[in-house]
């Protein structure tokens, strides 16, 4: 990632998903946070994708 608009097209990507409330990404640290609806059952792989099509990022969950 290169600026703030990086993390928003990531953003914008991830809260295309149903299921997923809210998507925050820190160009800066390079990390996003997912927030789910309540009783989402949102794929962790439909995640990364998602990440990938935003700018062909690389995504892993955190540890």
């Known amino acids: 990632m290169h600026c703030t608009s990086c993390g928003l097209s990531i953003d914008d ?3 295309e998903i149903p299921g997923v409330r ?3 990404t820190d160009f ?3 990390r996003t946070v997912v927030r789910l609806e309540e009783d989402a059952a949102v794929d962790m792989a439909e995640l990364v994708a ?3 099509r935003a700018g062909d ?3 892993r969950p955190a540890d």
């Open 13 to 15: 990507e991830l809260e």
């Open 22 to 24: 809210m998507a925050g």
């Open 28 to 30: 800066r640290s390079g």
């Open 50 to 52: 998602a990440v990938q």
């Open 57 to 59: 990022y690389q995504a």
